[in-house]
Each structure stands twice: as C-alpha cells, then as structure tokens.
C-alpha cells in the first residue's frame, strides 16, 4: 500500500490530521494498534478552546459539535468556602465550547468513514522506517500478515507511549519532564451538573474540579494521592470526599448517582524537542504531556495538527518546504505557553505534600490577587480561552 501521509495513532491528533489534509485533497492512511471501540472508549479532555472549534470547522465536522456543544463564557474558583466567577468573556472577548474528546472522536471516525478513508484499526507490531532518507515507510502486523504502507511522510500521533517518539535516537531529541506528587480520580456520571460552568476548588483536603459533558453528564475529579487505587473509592466515597472540598452552597447543590466511569490518570509536564525528524513529524501528546488542570492536552494536539496540515498543504500545492520547515518552532513556540499555564495552574490548585505552611500561604495569596485584580484574571482567562494560533 502507498499514501501520501502515513498517520500513526487514530486519537483526535491523527484523527483531525487525517480530515484537514482530505478537505486539501492529500491522501493519508491512518494506522492504529486499538479497536475504534477502545479509542471511543477512553474518557479524557472535556473543553475545546475556539481555535480548536474553528479547525473542526474547516475540517468538516463541527455540525454535531454546533448543536450540541455547551458555549462557556467564564469559569468559577472556589477557595475558604467562597466561589468566585472568572469571566473569560468579559475580560478576553473568547469562550470555551464544553464538548468531549469522545464526541470529537466519533465525529471525526464517522465523517471518514462517510467519505471512504482507509484506517487500519488493531495493527500489530507498528513501527516506523526511513525517516531520514529517502523511502519512509510503516510496517504492521494483522490478520497473520506483515504489512507495509510506503509514504512522503510519517505524521506520529500515537500518544505519550506511542512508537514514533521512541523510534528516533536518543542523542537527537530533548527531553523536559516534570512528575508531580499525585494524580486525578476522575467519575462519569448520568447526573446535572452541580453549576453552569465548571468550578475548580482549592482545599485543605485536596483539589476538586466540577466538570461536565452535557446538562445530563457530569465528569467530576479528585486530586488523589499516586498510591490510591480506583478500587479503593465507592461511588459513595467519592461524593462524600467531592462535598467536602466544595463550598457549602455548591456541596448541598451536588446531584449524585451510579458512575458510568472511574479512573485515576498521573499528572506530569513533558516536553520532546524538537518535533521533525527527516520526514517523521510527532503531534499531540506523542511530543507533549501537559496536566489537565489547564484543559490544553487535546487543544494542542488540534493546534499541532493545524500548523502540520498546513506545512504539508504547502508542501504539495505550493511545493514550498516553508511551513513544514517551521514546523517544530511554531508549535513549540505554543506548546510552552500552554505548559507553562497548566504548570502554574496545577501548582496554585493543589495540596503539594512538601510545601508546608509558607506555600499554602503564598497559594492562598496568589488566589486573593487573582481574583481581586484584573490584569490577573485577564492572564488566567486568555490563557484558558486559548493563545492565538500564528
Ligand atoms: P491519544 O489520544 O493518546 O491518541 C494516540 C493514539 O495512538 C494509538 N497508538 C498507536 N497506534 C499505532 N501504533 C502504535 N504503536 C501506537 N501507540 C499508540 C493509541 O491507541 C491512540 O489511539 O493522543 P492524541 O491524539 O495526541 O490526543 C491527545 C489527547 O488525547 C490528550 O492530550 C488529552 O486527552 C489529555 N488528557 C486530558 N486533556 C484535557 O485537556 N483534559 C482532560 O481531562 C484530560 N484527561 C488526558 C486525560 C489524557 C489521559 N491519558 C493520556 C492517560 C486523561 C487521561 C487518562
Ligand atoms: C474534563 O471535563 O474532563 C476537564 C475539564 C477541565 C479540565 C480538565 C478536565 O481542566
């Protein structure tokens, strides 16, 4: 089999990659290792920012997205009992549209099979060849037969333990790492969302975060430490634990039931530089990891996408290396500024075990001026609505 573009991973990055260079007219094979009811089945980011909406858009696949997707025009903080609105629309002009990654995923799955795109679900052994010459190719294993997909380029889309970062030398890429000291209890549930907007609650106990899907879903999370087991938590216990690390007025508010889903993810910052090799480019979170406090995983990966259509669209209509040179600058460029709001954002939300009293404290501060000064709120709100894509 040849293609243009050969996309490792069928997550939203390969999945939106694929769709922008079709509406181009570039033909792209997209490879996977997982089902596409496994792909569908992982519940992860929850708020796209409005570039993000708008390369949907362009893709072809925002309809659904258009009716269904919640407009956010601010976010609330709670912090010694007290909630306090940040009004991203007021002081920035921008929104956020409240829409799962499970909803982008299906919809961007449907709108390629509607239009007949070769995607290889449950390959085996995937690996990547010949990115530093002449003949890139991936090889894959299904069915019982070894198989190759020749290309111009590889596109890595395959996650934070994909195969693509792992296939260039070490002596060639950079690696930036930050690990913190706990992780996220995270629960689906059939239930209304206890505000309109989401609430992120700093608490002597740990953060809490009131998150939703729909006006009928809520997706709730607990700052967990990183022995916790998701065993360990009833839903019972789970809700107890939510209302105590929310104001009074919001915990009496909390509609609870049975989850749909329960699980624990790791908090960490990463950053692999640069992100080409020959003809191997790495998008999304198979070239960065950010927490989620800040709800920038899946908009990077759309905006890493975004600069890499265009650089390949470039590349074959113009024939100018221009965009897909810049590549690796453009998105990095972004993808600092985002770790760097998801890492200050993590640190001024959660119980840290080895600051103490002085740094609960300074959080405590910090949280005061934000919420009292404008210039403060208006950093925290252009940074969650989205910095712009140059
Ligand atoms: P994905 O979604 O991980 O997709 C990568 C795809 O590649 C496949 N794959 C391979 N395919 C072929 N060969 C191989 N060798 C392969 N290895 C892997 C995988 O099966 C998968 O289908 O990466 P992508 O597309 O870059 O998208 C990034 C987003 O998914 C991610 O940034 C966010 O979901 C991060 N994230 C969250 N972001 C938020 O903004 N808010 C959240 O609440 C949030 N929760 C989360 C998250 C990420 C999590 N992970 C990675 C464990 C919760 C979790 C648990
Ligand atoms: C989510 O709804 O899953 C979500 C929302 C905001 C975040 C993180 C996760 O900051």
């Given at each position: ?33 997982r089902s596409a009811e496994y792909v569908l089945g ?79 679900y ?269």
């Amino acid at each position: 089999m040849r293609t243009q573009v050969a996309i490792v991973g069928a997550g939203p990055a390969g999945l939106l990659l694929g769709a922008l260079l079709h509406q181009a007219g570039i033909d792209a094979v997209i490879i996977e290792q997982r089902s596409a009811e496994y792909v569908l089945g992982r519940i992860r980011a929850g708020v796209l920012e409005q570039t993000t909406v708008a390369l949907l858009e362009q893709a072809g696949v925002a309809e659904r997205l258009r009716r269904e997707g919640l407009p956010h025009d601010g976010t609330e903080l709670a912090f010694d009992g007290q909630l306090h609105r940040i009004d991203f629309f007021g002081l920035t002009g921008r929104r956020v549209t409240v829409y799962g990654q499970t909803e982008v995923t299906q919809d961007l799955m449907q709108a390629r099979a509607a239009a007949g795109l070769t995607t290889v679900y449950e390959a085996e052994n995937v690996s990547v060849h010949g990115f530093d010459g002449a003949a890139p190719h991936v090889r894959y294993h299904q069915a019982g037969r070894d198989l190759e997909l020749a290309c111009d380029f590889i596109a890595g889309c395959d996650g934070y333990h994909g195969v693509s970062r792992a296939s260039v030398p070490a002596c060639a890429i950079a690696i930036f790492e930050k690990v913190y000291p706990f992780g996220w209890l995270g629960i689906l549930a059939d239930v209304p969302p206890v505000r309109h907007e989401l609430v992120y609650a700093n608490h002597e106990r740990g953060f809490a975060l009131c998150s939703q899907r729909s006006r009928t879903r809520s997706r709730y999370y607990l700052q967990t430490s990183l022995t916790d087991k998701v065993e360990n938590w009833s839903d019972a216990a789970f809700w107890d634990e939510l209302r105590l690390r929310l104001p009074a007025e919001v915990a009496q508010q909390v509609t609870t039931g049975a989850s749909i889903e329960k699980s624990i993810a790791p908090l960490r910052s990463f950053v692999a530089e640069p992100m080409r090799f020959g003809t191997l480019f790495l998008a999304g979170d198979a070239a960065h990891i950010v927490p989620p406090t800040g709800a920038k995983g899946l908009n990077l990966a759309a905006s890493d996408v975004g600069y890499l259509s265009q650089g390949l669209i470039e590349h074959y209509r113009d024939k100018s290396p221009a965009g897909i040179d810049a590549y690796s600058q453009r998105c990095l460029a972004r993808i600092w500024k985002a770790e760097r709001f998801s890492w200050w954002f993590t640190s001024l939300m959660h119980k840290f075990p080895e600051t103490g009293a002085f740094g609960q404290k300074m959080q405590h501060a910090e949280l005061e001026y934000l919420v009292g000064s404008k210039a403060a709120s208006t950093a925290l709100a252009e940074n969650y609505v989205g910095l712009p894509i140059r």
